[in-house]
């Protein structure tokens, strides 16, 4: 019997908590998994819905969003306060949308000095929603900090209604936690006093810590970032937590929808190809050069980059490496946004270089398309990555990738100097300006043949 087979004889009924899902509200890959894993599991015959937020930025006309009948009242500290919950197909299956004024009624969703607050707010609120539905799901699937209050809320709550569900949580970054005061125990409903889990530090409530601790299974999103997170080195404070939980620890690798992520049908492309046809590749990386005012020449290698600019993604030893890496007569095509001192960094690099160095700030996505099918080579030389998905993304665009041994990288990308014949791209381990540029040259001699 094959799985899908054996799946659709056993369906469930599984509910998505996350901070954000597309196409509805994207900041970063968390959107594109929330919007697209659980369309994968409504096709092999699972009942899928997920519940979000509802920002003020989200088009209602656009999205087809309507309001459900009633109201959920949400309890807090000080007094009950009155939800509305609204509620779209346009992503092929029920999507509901949380919305109160107070929480959700911005612009900027990450970042507020509230949003601890905001999060277990709508916790509170989506699992008084699944309260008063007559549908009531088999598995809870958490996302990361921002629904490590539903967890706790689950198990320590003791309601009979909802103590049978199983509890996932997916944890996407580590280092993102959610660490506010202890203090926020009450408004989430708990008046006793809450013992803390290991790695909380008195006095705080750490909402990743929470789901880790209170989730019956734990998953990452690639199996190298789920071994390297039960280290201290990137364990962010939270290995020793996660050790103990070690045989519910699990990575599952991320994956791209490769019908979003087809070169052979993506309007933004100017010239659309497939792996028949890649000498058409060539009219993307014109349009590239001449979009980020770089020579246009087809024979000098072009390297894309679509990236936070943030130490994370390895900035920091690209900056190091730059001038070297410039004296190969490549050019670098860079798409993003992040920490002042990296972008002022780069803003200087492409003012010396102007003819080498493109470089446009913030996201573009059908810039970052272009970048994806008309690179010859795309870079991600992160400190660390749980997946990453610009590696995939640029492997199905035809564009190598030059990577950092690490997270999800390490599990999709073989380097073609260890595996001849079955790599696909080149990847280094010591990070460090001159790790980088040793998988940069294997790849220019590649690109010479």
């Not at 103590?163 to 006793?192: C, K, P």
Request: aromatic share 8%; glycine share 10%.
């Amino acid at each position: 019997m094959t799985s899908s087979t054996s799946e659709r004889n056993h369906p469930l009924k599984i509910l998505f908590l996350a901070a954000e899902c597309a196409p509805f509200f994207k900041v970063g890959g968390l959107a594109d998994v929330v919007g697209s894993l659980p369309q994968a599991l409504h096709e092999v015959g699972h009942d899928v819905r997920v519940i979000m937020p509802r920002y003020r930025p989200i088009d209602g006309a656009q999205y087809g969003l309507r309001r459900m009948e009633g109201f959920v009242n949400v309890p807090t500290t000080d007094m009950d306060r009155v939800s509305e919950v609204q509620v779209s197909d346009a992503n092929g299956l029920p999507t509901y949308f949380v919305w109160d004024e107070r929480f959700f009624g911005r612009d900027s969703v990450y970042g507020q000095p509230d949003e601890a607050l905001a999060f277990v707010f709508f916790c509170r609120a989506a699992l008084e929603f699944v309260r008063s539905m007559d549908w009531r799901p088999d598995v809870i699937h958490c996302h990361d900090w921002h629904t490590g209050a539903a967890l706790m809320m689950l198990e320590l709550n003791h309601d009979q209604r909802l103590n049978s569900i199983v509890r996932v949580f997916t944890i996407h970054n580590l280092v993102y936690q959610g660490v506010t005061g202890d203090a926020i125990f009450r408004f989430a409903g708990f008046e006793n006093h809450i013992e803390h889990v290991q790695g909380e530090q008195p006095g705080t409530a750490n909402w990743m810590a929470r789901g880790i601790a209170h989730a019956d299974m734990i998953n990452t999103v690639s199996p190298t970032y789920a071994a390297e997170i039960l280290a201290p080195d990137y364990g962010a404070g939270l290995d020793g937590l996660l050790r103990s939980r070690t045989g519910r620890v699990t990575g599952i690798l991320n994956g791209i929808d490769r019908s979003e992520w087809n070169p052979a049908t993506d309007a933004a492309l100017t010239s659309k190809f497939d792996a028949t046809s890649l000498k058409r590749r060539s009219a993307n990386k014109k349009v590239v050069q001449a979009t980020l005012g770089l020579k246009v020449n087809g024979r000098v290698p072009l390297i894309g980059l679509v990236t936070r600019l943030v130490e994370q993604k390895g900035v920091d030893i690209l900056i190091e490496a730059a001038e070297r890496l410039l004296e190969r007569n490549v050019q670098l095509a860079i798409l993003g946004s992040g920490d002042d001192r990296y972008q002022t960094a780069i803003d200087q690099l492409r003012d010396r270089c102007p003819n080498q160095v493109g470089l446009e700030h913030g996201f573009n996505d059908h810039l970052a398309r272009l970048i994806y099918g008309g690179s010859d080579m795309f870079m991600m030389p992160s400190r660390y990555e749980p997946c990453g998905l610009g590696q995939m993304i640029a492997m199905r665009y035809g564009s190598l990738p030059i990577v950092r041994a690490t997270g999800g990288l390490k599990d999709t990308v073989l380097d073609a100097g260890r595996y001849p014949k079955r790599g696909t791209g080149f990847s280094f381990g010591p990070y460090s300006p001159e790790g980088l540029i040793g998988a940069v040259d294997r790849a220019l001699n590649v690109f010479a043949i």
